[in-house]
């Protein structure tokens, strides 16, 4: 079986900076509509939330689903969540 994330050591951190005011840009990671109109990686997907409980310990689960079917899910955590 295959160690979890936490127990493997598998991180990963981003940092970006975002032309657009803190609010913005907390609400876009915090928020399941504002999630799904930015969370793709191209036209040719549609985001789909279908979990989102922004606060320290809780879990997001975004399906990215492609026009042709196949569908790409993404998973984490909230470390921290301060606005």
């Not at 928020?31 to 879990?59: C, I, N």
């Amino acid at each position: 079986m295959a160690a979890s994330d936490a127990q493997s050591g598998i991180a990963l951190r981003i940092e970006r900076t975002y032309d657009a005011p803190p609010e913005r840009v907390f609400d876009a990671w915090t928020r399941a509509d504002a999630v799904a109109k930015w969370f793709t990686p191209s036209a040719d997907y549609q985001a789909v939330v279908t979990a989102l409980d922004a606060r320290v310990g809780g879990r997001y689960r975004v399906e990215m689903r492609h026009s042709g079917g196949n569908i790409h899910v993404v998973t984490g955590v909230y470390r921290e969540v301060a606005p």
